[in-house]
């Protein structure tokens, strides 16, 4: 007989609060009360779901995720365990399969992805799946992203056994104000029911009917219009929910998708960007745990499209004199131009109106800008609004901690500029990616007339730019790399998903060859190639981010500020846990 | 999925080393050579050769006829026989496209087309007729059988612009179909 270890895998596993797992003919060790599909998925051995989603409770509804188990054999009394020479116990096979999302790991298990009963397993769910689901795949926006096509290609038969006709429900049903619904393609596997009740709170979807004629249906009355109605999309596997914005624009084949942050509020939910060329298709939450879950808000999804919107601003563009109209210019002349009118304005008159939406790079720049032309009078634009005690932050602004980091201003000097716009002290402003009529900052189209200089920065055309002597044209968020730091003081990338519109220049880009004309001679400001430079010249000034690099920041972030505030959607998370 | 494995031919030495294909060749231009010195080209009486040999007089006369089945020619649009657009704007032929020469942009099926079970048609289609290397892989690749390559081959333009062909005129070109599948019916 062979030997046995003289410490028995088993009381080393608990020793660690661990069971010993063979997956595939491998022993592995998982903490007790894993899941069998994160534990088999976690090793690399995939295992097909459907309803199965980490961040919702188990229903066990699509059975797409059954697996061969095995467990030791159950002793005759008085009979002791066998081991063998690594001191595990023999592993007997269930004749049937378990299904992998509501099973945990147990001591001395033993599971199988690649056997034939898995494989048939498999096979025969997919095959009733299929048995009503339409022949859509052309003109369904799931396709190259849906599940069931996936697993078709892996399992599927190739024809179809089930010759009766095929159940009708209802197709291209509205649901909601940005949700369509196709009953038809529906595998049932009620995501979109659990994310609705267990995330959002509000039990607006439920199934109907019974049997083959089982449908995903809102409650009568009710509609699908909670703000956070389009994360069912993301949810759905197949094509069933769709969106009615992205509703036939692209397929998801020609997307490119980039991994960065939305600049809607203070959040930072992480996103996707799915582009084309230098156009934005749509914008899907990215998982992160800390920050958004994996869900956002429909308003911060659906606010894209300006980035690809007629009103950009493509080239410079500037009056010659005050009463002409605005012509384009090349870089080189407006920015000359910009030097010299820029030196005729005294400092104590001057002011500059900055953002909270720029980013961490921009701001620095804006300082050393500042600090060249010796103007003291700057600050941001506040944005405030309700919090939706979910993922939508009071404050609107993105970057409003790294604002109050780099310049050291919350938003609360813009009283004063406005006084001194009104009263003549100030006689010129600069405003850097700021609309000043909006509401929040509160300057009027007679304010802005009564200016004797006014230099604008920005990507849109808005009444600012408008009533501007000099404009050039930034970029939007989707165009840039850079840094913001969240209310909850994480610092996280913003990555550039397209090329600049037009002619137009990274905010940061603009403000260092402004500075560099205007005579600067920091070696820092002026011989910065990248914002990943700046990003590290930060680090170098700054307590908080020290030691920060664009490639330890990560595409999750990291805390470097102590705000006090938190994300209620990640708390409630985090407790339920 | 049944994948089906494709049997190659297993080639000898001798069909290896192809002499005897390339003697073979010269056999046939040979052939060629011979009959038209004694004045027996094929289709001579057709051209109204004269002499050794006969030539074409292209445009005047042409071989349209004598175009096998499969011949490759400009890529079209076709409708069904219920006169249905056929396409649905899945945009597989404008991923195959290895010349990048189509563009479809995709949109809604139009009210008035009788099918609202399709739900997606393209709102436009164009097909750069400077780029199509006539491969035929988006007649091979079309789900719906809509884009068939015709045997139309006199393609000539008097500028680039003339030469994308917009939806209206791939579907003038490709005309009806008979003998399609029909999907989008009740029974789907």
Same mark, same amino acid.
């Given at each position: 007989m062979s030997s046995i270890p003289a410490?028995?895998?088993?009381?080393?596993?608990?020793?660690?609060?661990?069971?010993?797992?063979?997956?595939?003919?491998?022993?592995?060790?998982?903490?007790?009360?894993?899941?069998?599909?994160?534990?088999?998925?976690?090793?690399?051995?995939?295992?097909?779901?459907?309803?199965?989603?980490?961040?919702?409770?188990?229903?066990?509804?699509?059975?797409?995720c059954l697996v061969e188990q095995g467990m030791p054999p159950r002793l005759a009394p008085g009979a002791a365990p066998t081991y063998d020479e690594n001191g595990y116990q023999p592993i007997s096979w269930m004749p049937r399969a378990v299904i992998a999302c509501a099973n945990t790991v147990g001591e001395n298990m033993g599971i199988r992805t690649n056997s034939k009963m898995t494989e048939e397993a498999r096979k025969g769910v997919l095959e009733f799946l299929l048995t009503n689901h339409p022949l859509d795949c052309p003109i369904c926006d799931q396709a190259g992203e849906c599940k069931l096509q996936e697993y078709t290609a892996d399992y599927g038969r190739g024809t179809h056994r089930f010759t009766e006709a095929k159940t009708k429900k209802g197709k291209n049903l509205s649901i909601g104000p940005r949700v369509n619904l196709d009953q038809?393609?529906?595998?049932?596997? =009620?995501?979109?029911? #659990?994310?609705?009740?267990?995330?959002?709170?509000?039990?607006?979807?439920?199934?109907?009917?019974? +049997? /083959?004629?089982?449908?995903?249906?809102?409650?009568?009355?009710?509609?699908?219009?909670?703000?956070?109605?389009?994360?069912?999309?993301?949810?759905?596997?197949?094509?069933?929910?769709?969106?009615?914005?992205? =509703?036939?624009?692209? #397929?998801?084949?020609?997307?490119?998708?980039?991994?960065?942050?939305?600049?809607?509020?203070?959040? +930072? /939910?992480?996103?996707?960007?799915?582009?084309?060329?230098?156009?934005?298709y749509r914008i899907t939450p990215r998982q992160n745990d800390e920050v958004n879950s994996c869900w956002m808000p429909d308003s911060h999804r659906l606010n894209y499209k300006y980035i690809n919107a007629p009103e950009r601003i493509l080239t410079p563009l500037v009056k010659t004199d005050t009463k002409a109209p605005q012509r384009p210019a090349t870089w080189d002349s407006a920015l000359n131009l910009v030097v010299e009118q820029l030196h005729k304005c005294a400092p104590t008159e001057t002011a500059i109106v900055a953002s909270a939406r720029m980013t961490n790079e921009e701001l620095y720049m804006v300082r050393a800008l500042a600090r060249q032309l010796g103007i003291t009078k700057l600050d941001i634009v506040s944005r405030k609004g309700a919090g939706d005690n979910m993922l939508v932050s009071e404050d609107r602004n993105p970057n409003t901690n790294g604002v109050k980091m780099i310049l050291g201003k919350t938003g609360t000097g813009l009283n004063a500029i406005r006084r001194g716009v009104r009263n003549g002290t100030v006689r010129f402003v600069i405003a850097l990616g700021e609309d000043l009529t909006s509401p929040e900052a509160g300057f009027t189209k007679e304010d802005l007339e009564g200016l004797d200089y006014l230099l604008t920065i920005h990507h849109s055309e808005n009444e600012t730019t408008r009533m501007s002597d000099v404009v050039l044209p930034g970029v939007t968020f989707a165009e840039k790399y850079g840094t913001m730091i969240n209310v909850a003081g994480r610092i996280q990338r913003l990555n550039k998903a397209i090329e600049p519109m037009g002619e137009a220049h990274s905010d940061w880009a603009i403000f260092r060859d402004v500075s560099e004309r205007l005579g600067c001679d920091c070696v820092k400001v002026i011989a910065c190639p990248t914002p990943m430079m700046v990003l590290e010249e930060m680090a170098q000034e700054f307590e908080p981010m020290k030691g920060l690099t664009w490639g330890n920041i990560g595409n999750e972030g990291k805390v470097i500020l102590n705000t006090g505030v938190t994300i209620p959607l990640i708390e409630r998370t985090k407790a339920k846990n | 999925m049944s994948y089906i494995k494709i049997k190659r031919p297993k080639f000898s030495i001798l069909d290896k080393v192809y002499v005897v294909e390339l003697v073979k060749g010269l056999c046939i231009t040979l052939k060629h050579l011979v009959l038209s010195l004694l004045g027996k080209t094929p289709a001579k009486k057709e051209f109204n050769g004269k002499g050794v040999g006969a030539c074409m007089p292209f445009p005047e006369q042409r071989w349209d006829d004598r175009m096998p089945e499969y011949y490759r020619g400009a890529p079209t649009l076709v409708r069904g026989e219920d006169g249905r657009e056929r396409c649905v704007s899945c945009q597989l032929c404008e991923f195959i496209c290895p010349a990048r020469a189509i563009t479809v942009t995709p949109g809604e099926v139009s009210p008035e087309s009788g099918c609202q079970k399709q739900e997606k048609a393209p709102r436009e289609f164009e097909i750069d007729m400077l780029r199509c290397i006539y491969c035929g892989m988006c007649q091979e690749v079309c789900p719906e059988q809509a884009i068939f390559l015709s045997k139309e081959y006199l393609i000539t333009m008097t500028d680039r612009k003339n030469a994308v062909r917009n939806k209206e005129t791939l579907y003038r070109l490709g005309g009806t179909r008979k003998g399609l599948v029909n999907k989008w019916n009740q029974y789907k």
């Open positions: 410490i028995l895998p088993k009381d080393a596993a608990a020793a660690e609060g661990k069971v010993n797992v063979q997956i595939n003919g491998t022993w592995y060790r998982f903490p007790k009360g894993t899941r069998i599909v994160d534990a088999c998925n976690s090793v690399g051995a995939h295992v097909p779901t459907f309803c199965y989603h980490p961040k919702l409770s188990i229903v066990g509804s699509c059975r797409m038809e393609r529906c595998v049932l596997c =009620r995501r979109c029911v #659990r994310f609705m009740k267990e995330i959002v709170g509000e039990e607006v979807l439920g199934v109907v009917n019974r +049997g /083959t004629h089982n449908a995903i249906s809102c409650y009568p009355g009710t509609t699908l219009d909670s703000n956070y109605s389009m994360n069912t999309v993301d949810l759905c596997p197949v094509g069933a929910l769709t969106s009615k914005d992205f =509703r036939f624009r692209m #397929r998801v084949w020609f997307l490119k998708s980039t991994p960065t942050i939305d600049v809607n509020c203070g959040t +930072g /939910t992480n996103i996707n960007i799915w582009t084309r060329e230098s156009k934005v | -």
